[in-house]
């Protein structure tokens, strides 16, 4: 290995042992409880070797939300390869969605901080560009399902609707509903007690509403949920159920 390379691995170790450090700091105490003094005093670091990682404590809440996303990414890419219909592959995106709630139930409070314009100004268009990379990704992963369908006529798209609108439908309801899920402790008084498959429920609803073929009147999507999660998601499983 060379000097060249080992320094880029020692930098990289320090930047993930300050986020490893920062994660439970921010979700115990929020923004406020995420503090660059008491990150030094944990860490064997100086506050100027944080600081050569890390501006601000901004910059290191847009970097944990970024290790997150890129985890979901990666699912999503592996959700994709699922052999079956477009329908059952959406379906395998959805299951990788509701997964990454399950392993990664912090993410959406980090991600919902960081798009705060009092705080997102302050980060960097550097890790503003990978997030919104790793975004895009996801929703093109997605996308590329829907003009699957499309070319399949497994889905037939009206004149005015365009694929997009179609990742924006579903988009929209993954983030809110699993924002949801994630940041609400009273689901259980309103009558929701099993909100992933009550959302699970919504997104069979929406897709039968655009006539993606095969309807949930003929597939039990439910079973392809488990074979998904069985199939493809197997070490995630287990993570999830220790």
């Known amino acids: 290995m060379s000097?060249?390379?080992?320094k880029q691995r020692e930098i990289q170790e320090r930047e993930a042992k300050i986020?490893?450090?920062?994660?439970?700091?921010?979700?115990?105490?929020?923004?406020?409880g995420l503090n660059m003094d008491r990150l030094t005093s944990m860490l064997e670091y100086s506050k100027?070797?944080?600081?050569?990682?890390?501006?601000?404590?901004?910059?290191?809440i847009i970097t944990l939300a970024i290790q997150t996303?890129?985890?979901?990414?990666?699912?999503f890419e592996k959700a994709s390869l699922f052999q079956g219909t477009s329908r059952e592959r959406i379906a395998a995106i959805g299951t990788a969605a509701e997964l990454f709630v399950k392993l990664y139930p912090d993410h959406f409070r980090v991600e919902q901080t960081i798009r705060l314009d009092s705080i997102w100004e302050k980060t960097s268009e550097e890790r503003r560009k990978i997030m919104a990379n790793c975004e895009h990704r996801c929703m093109g992963v997605v996308g590329g399902i829907v003009r699957d369908a499309i070319a399949r006529d497994d889905l037939v798209l009206d004149d005015h609707a365009t694929p997009e609108e179609i990742v924006f439908g579903l988009w929209s309801?993954?983030?809110?509903?699993?924002?949801?899920?994630a940041t609400s402790n009273s689901l259980?008084?309103?009558?929701?007690?099993?909100?992933?498959?009550?959302?699970r429920r919504n997104f069979n609803r929406f897709l039968d509403g655009i006539d993606w073929?095969?309807?949930?009147?003929?597939?039990?999507?439910?079973a392809v949920f488990d074979r998904?999660?069985?199939?493809?998601?197997?070490?995630?499983?287990?993570?999830i159920s220790v």
Do not use: W
């Open 3 to 6: 000097t060249r390379e080992r």
């Open 19 to 32: 986020l490893e450090c920062a994660r439970p700091m921010f979700i115990e105490g929020g923004y406020n």
């Open 48 to 60: 100027g070797t944080i600081y050569n990682h890390f501006s601000c404590k901004e910059e290191i």
């Open 69 to 75: 996303l890129e985890k979901r990414l990666a699912m």
């Open 173 to 181: 309801l993954s983030f809110g509903g699993y924002s949801i899920i």
């Open 188 to 199: 259980d008084e309103i009558g929701i007690s099993a909100p992933f498959e009550m959302l």
């Open 213 to 222: 073929q095969p309807l949930s009147s003929t597939v039990d999507y439910d």
């Open 228 to 239: 998904v999660s069985e199939e493809v998601f197997g070490n995630e499983l287990q993570q």
